[in-house]
């Protein structure tokens, strides 16, 4: 069946490091895929995301692009702030389903 | 546009009782309904799906029983907890699918419910 994989974290970074954080999925079919992110105590707030192949998401200074040769939808970030601490969760949607696979998270901290 | 809000966003009850937590799309139709839990530092469970004026289909080894949903309009449902005991306590968050468009969910904040 479908699958996601994300690194394991916790990923502790110092505020302006570069961030990238690995996802991975398997699927039958040709998946749209999500970052979605949630800060402490909230709910999940769509971060971006890529519908085909070589799409590009991005919002907030956050960027993923589908990888449909390598399977992946990896996380980046040039520069991140303290305000970036949080969970953020890779997924998957097949077209014509309802149903998101989520990733395990991974927990983000940044220090000032 | 397409803001998902639950209700309560907290909730602690006895052991015993039963509780109850709304999930409205406030500015859009949602034909079908999710609702998720969430354990501590652990990714979401997809517990159910609900469709507007049907029953609930739900996950391998989610009880019926236990957690009543009920999808009564186009903008409303609503997950009970019924007979709550402490092992119930968890992160409970709803996401809507738009009737028209694509498949994105859009997620509530969540409701924390804890069960003494």
């Given amino acids: ?112 | 546009g397409a803001v998902v809000s639950q209700h309560p966003s907290r909730v602690i009850c006895k052991s015993g009782t039963s509780v109850k937590i709304e999930c409205r799309s406030l500015d859009f139709q949602a034909t079908t309904m999710f609702w998720y839990r969430q354990f501590p530092k652990q990714s979401l469970m997809l517990m159910a799906t609900s469709n507007e004026g049907s029953k609930a289909t739900y996950e391998q080894g989610v009880e019926k029983d236990k957690f009543l949903i009920n999808h009564a309009s186009l903008t409303l449902s609503t997950l009970t907890v019924t007979s709550a005991h402490p092992e119930d306590s968890s992160f409970y968050i709803c996401s809507a699918q738009a009737r028209q468009g694509s498949y994105e969910q859009y997620f509530g904040p969540g409701t924390r419910l804890t069960v003494t």
């Avoid at chain 1, 992946?72 to 040039?78: I, N, R, T, V, Y």
Wanted: net charge negative; glycine share 10%.
């Fill in chain 1, 1 to 112: 069946g479908d699958s996601v994989t994300q690194m394991e974290g916790p990923v502790t970074l110092s505020e302006e490091a570069f961030l990238t954080i690995n996802c991975t999925y398997t699927a039958t079919g040709y998946p749209s895929l999500f970052w979605y992110v949630q800060y402490p105590g909230e709910g999940l707030q769509l971060l971006l995301k890529a519908t085909k192949a070589d799409d590009k998401g991005s919002n907030k200074g956050f960027e993923a692009t589908y990888r449909k040769e390598t399977t992946s939808f990896h996380l980046e970030k040039g520069s991140v702030q303290v305000s970036d601490s949080a969970v953020y969760f890779c997924a998957l949607s097949e077209p014509g389903t309802y149903k998101y696979i989520f990733g395990t998270g991974t927990r983000l901290k940044v220090l000032a």
